[in-house]
């Protein structure tokens, strides 16, 4: 069953985010695709994430399916241009991938390129999904048509605390049909902005999967907190990390990602969440899916 296909069924759906290594090294996006293949409905093959180089999203993607896990393919506008952006949409429809993530992408300044890299600035986030959704009707950005469509599933981001309604529906309108969301621990907060989205119906219009993190130390979670725009971590969780280290301090992160995933299944509109583990995926995410009393089986 696919991502889609989950979320049109109604499961809670679990989406994992895979980082692509550095060294060309297939073997080792494989090994990660083989641990998470059981556990989730699909895995984000992140695009130069944080403004660093990384092995292509589209080889990531192909490693993916042949592994038997769903891809979403991370695009971000700001390598390409539309050319590009087109180019390699269509690459990844013929390689067998049908979940797409729309991104900007992060400011070159976050990584070591600010003075070696073009931002590319012909289309932003919501562009590209207009981009997408236009190549889903056949057509190209010149007026070219595809005699073959692509059938994407189109997800974008939304930033808790930060984005509006007005801002998420303005994705929707151009096309987007799921959104994943920035790390949550203040669920509590979290609903807060949220139940504003239920009442303008955002989430029946496009699913919403929430962002969860299993940290791994207390400078983790500070540094998610004072430097990730709209990643607010509460004093409780502060708390539960802080003074810990090495095996304790990751087995504290699961309990953590466990209790917010909780909480959050319990929260009207919330469709699924996001499972980021940056670092120990492979370690990290079976620990918190694979525990009985969650009740989650893909």
């Known amino acids: ?169 303005a994705k929707l309108d151009a096309g987007v049909q799921g959104f994943q969301t920035n790390i949550v621990y203040d669920v509590e907060g979290f609903a807060e902005w949220f139940t504003p989205l239920v009442a303008a119906g955002v989430p029946q219009r496009a699913p919403v999967l929430v962002g969860v993190t299993p940290p791994r130390s207390f400078r983790t979670l500070q540094h998610l907190h004072d430097n990730i725009p709209g990643v607010q971590v509460d004093t409780a969780t502060f708390n539960r990390m802080e003074g810990l280290e090495g095996d304790e301090a990751k087995a504290a992160g699961v309990e953590i990602a466990v209790d917010v995933l909780r909480q959050l299944r319990e929260l009207s509109g919330v469709a699924g969440v996001h499972l980021m583990a940056p670092g120990w995926e492979a370690e990290a995410i079976p620990r918190v899916v694979g525990r009985e009393a969650l009740g989650i089986r893909p």
Do not use: C
């Not at 971000?76 to 991938?97: E, F, H, K």
């Open 1 to 169: 069953m696919t991502l889609r296909e989950a979320l049109a069924a109604g499961e809670f759906a679990l989406t994992a985010e895979l980082t692509a290594p550095l060294s060309p090294d297939a073997e080792a996006v494989r090994r990660t695709a083989r641990v998470l293949a059981p556990l989730v409905h699909a895995a984000n093959v992140t695009d130069n994430q944080a403004a660093s180089v990384k092995i292509s999203p589209l080889a990531s993607s192909v490693w993916l399916v042949e592994e038997g896990l769903e891809p979403v393919l991370q695009l971000t506008t700001r390598d390409r241009n539309v050319l590009a952006l087109q180019a390699d949409l269509l690459g990844a429809s013929t390689l067998g991938v049908r979940a797409v993530m729309a991104l900007s992408g992060d400011p070159l300044a976050v990584g070591k390129y600010e003075s070696l890299a073009t931002h590319v600035r012909d289309v932003d986030s919501v562009g590209l999904v207009r981009l997408v959704a236009e190549m889903n009707a056949g057509r190209l950005a010149a007026g070219e048509t595809l005699e073959q469509p692509t059938d994407f599933f189109i997800l974008s981001a939304a930033n808790p605390f930060l984005d509006s309604v007005e801002r998420l529906e």
